[in-house]
């Protein structure tokens, strides 16, 4: 039989009422806290008994402190004459047990404790929150701003997409922890000022789903959503990263380091180790060749000339939009061409239009025409344009159901040239 | 200001002044209130602790001593007069009181 177990930590740092319940429960059935970190927590067999938890924080403790600080000392010191033993610390957490049933609480006082708690969210949880809404919120519009600029490159890419929404996704999970935490102590306040006790912060319990929501669709993204190899690598960089971090915050910790070089020796060593290993870890992290790519339509198939250039300048793909630029240069004549799937029609104008104004700031000649209904539909197209220049370059927008097509020739395209277009680049 | 955070003590404020009119330690505080109290009014250690942190940054306590961890404390003039005020204020009360509910109510 096991005399130690390590318990999964899902409840919120301040959600007191919650960790009591738990830590009593556990006593009862034998079970009794010897440690706490941030994500388990480590239990020890014994008898089971009737003892009394109790909470209290305390503002100057930090999870980078080496040693216990001063305060966190006297005040351990205080509870132990009245009998209450300090058991486990973690960052502002401190926790206390008693087994007398009639010892005084630790706390005798609602508002006190209430000013306590709130002074301590206001110093450390709730800033946390900030500086990582703020810090997503960045990211966010920055690859926001790409996908309203790019909207085709941006939405073909899984990569793009994945940290697009990974960037939501935990703007979206820190929100509503702040928000949370937030309401339920604005609660707290207007019910201990009305004399009652401070509510169980139901609302965290809650929120805590989106949390664990949020990371179960950030691991599955990584391994399912863009390439497995990728995903993959990413995931175990994530988790090497991690160890590294608190590996090291462990050995500056044992070393006595003061609070500053444990909260940034960690970070630098983990930044350094990753950069360093870089020409190690580029192979895996770049998305795995793809083979030579076909070319929907080639220089050969429009005029016979064999291709003395053929390059792909952006092929990519994702479940929302499939987007490649093609080049073939034969050494008289030359095509350019974008090709673009919409397979999710909720983005099919916002790419038009994007694709439309690139079209019309690009083409050689400014005049252009909008080709008669008769090619049109001949084409089966729901809209194009041609601008043909004088010094003989042919432009063709065309517009299918769910497919664009911007082709750039440097010759104007015969009729049967045309057709061929068509039968190759129709969907 | 801390005057006006102050500006009515709680009971458990009031006896921990009450007992500081003599050094006093931590510990020994609780132990105090008790008593004088007759178990009436407990004050928790955490209660304490950050109510003594309040006090001396509102300067109405003073350290004395610090002997290891514990530190004693005593009352500054300015908490003398805190507490006077208290004192004052709830005197007026029971005065108001008995003048309105009569001694009948009051014996």
Redo the contacts between chains.
């Keep these: 039989m096991k005399d130690v177990k390590y318990i999964l930590n899902d409840t919120d740092l301040y959600d007191y009422h919650r960790i009591q319940e738990k830590l009593t429960r556990f006593a009862a059935e034998g079970w009794h806290l010897e440690k706490i970190a941030n994500l388990f927590w480590k239990f020890r067999r014994g008898e089971p008994k009737q003892v009394r938890y ?1 909470i ?1 924080y305390s503002a100057d403790a930090s999870v980078y402190n080496s040693r216990p600080t ?1 305060a966190e ?3 351990a ?3 132990a ?2 009998g ?1 033993e300090k058991v486990a610390a973690y960052d502002q957490l401190q926790i206390f047990r008693n087994e007398d049933p009639n010892a ?6 609602e ?3 209430y ?2 708690i709130r002074r301590n969210m206001m110093w450390h949880q709730i800033p946390q929150y900030l500086w990582m809404i703020v810090l997503f919120a960045v990211q966010f519009l920055m690859y926001g701003s790409a996908l309203l600029r790019k909207p085709a490159a941006i939405l073909s890419s899984s990569v793009t997409l994945f940290i697009l929404m990974g960037c939501a996704g935990i703007l979206i999970e820190y929100a509503v922890l702040l928000g949370s935490n937030l309401l339920w102590l604005r609660r707290a306040g207007r019910t201990v000022d009305a004399g009652q006790a401070i509510p169980p912060n139901r609302l965290s319990r809650k929120s805590r789903w989106v949390q664990w929501a949020t990371t179960a669709l950030y691991i599955l993204g990584l391994l399912f959503w863009v390439e497995p190899a990728f995903g993959l690598s990413v995931l175990v960089l994530t988790i090497v990263a991690v160890v590294i971090s608190l590996g090291t915050l462990a050995i500056t910790k044992w070393l006595n380091a003061s609070r500053t070089v444990n909260t940034w020796v960690p970070a630098l060593v983990t930044m350094a180790v990753i950069l360093l290993s870089q020409p190690i870890l580029s192979p895996l992290l770049t998305p795995a060749e793809t083979p030579e790519v076909q070319f929907p339509l080639t220089l050969y198939q429009l005029t016979g000339e064999r291709s003395a250039d053929r390059l792909t300048i952006e092929v990519d793909s994702s479940p929302l939009v499939s987007h490649g630029r093609y080049y073939d240069f034969g050494g008289k004549d030359e095509i350019q061409y974008t090709l673009v799937d919409i397979h999710c029609p909720l983005f099919y104008d916002m790419i038009l239009n994007d694709m439309e104004q690139d079209y019309i700031r690009t083409r050689d000649y400014q005049g252009d025409t909008i080709i008669c209904d008769e090619l049109r539909e001949l084409i089966g197209a729901d809209y194009l344009r041609r601008s043909t220049s004088p010094l003989g370059s042919d432009r063709w927008f065309i517009c299918w159901e769910d497919r664009i097509l911007d082709l750039y020739a440097d010759w104007d395209l015969t009729e049967e040239q045309i057709a061929i277009l068509v039968e190759l680049l129709k969907p | 200001m801390p005057r006006e955070k102050f500006q009515a003590l709680t009971e458990q404020m009031f006896y921990i002044l009450l007992c500081l009119k003599d050094e006093c330690c931590g510990t020994d505080i609780m132990t105090r209130v008790e008593t004088l109290t007759g178990g009436r009014v407990r004050v928790g250690p955490g209660t304490l602790y950050n109510l003594l942190e309040q006090f001396a940054e509102a300067d109405f306590i003073c350290q004395t001593r610090v002997n290891g961890r514990r530190r004693s404390y005593i009352l500054t003039d300015r908490g003398r007069s805190v507490l006077r005020e208290e004192y004052d204020r709830i005197r007026i009360q029971a005065q108001d009181y008995v003048q309105l509910m009569g001694e009948e109510e009051t014996s």
């Design positions: 109790e209290t001063e000392e006297e005040l010191d205080l509870c004459e009245a209450w005084i609480p630790l706390e005798t006082d508002v006190q404790k000013q306590n």
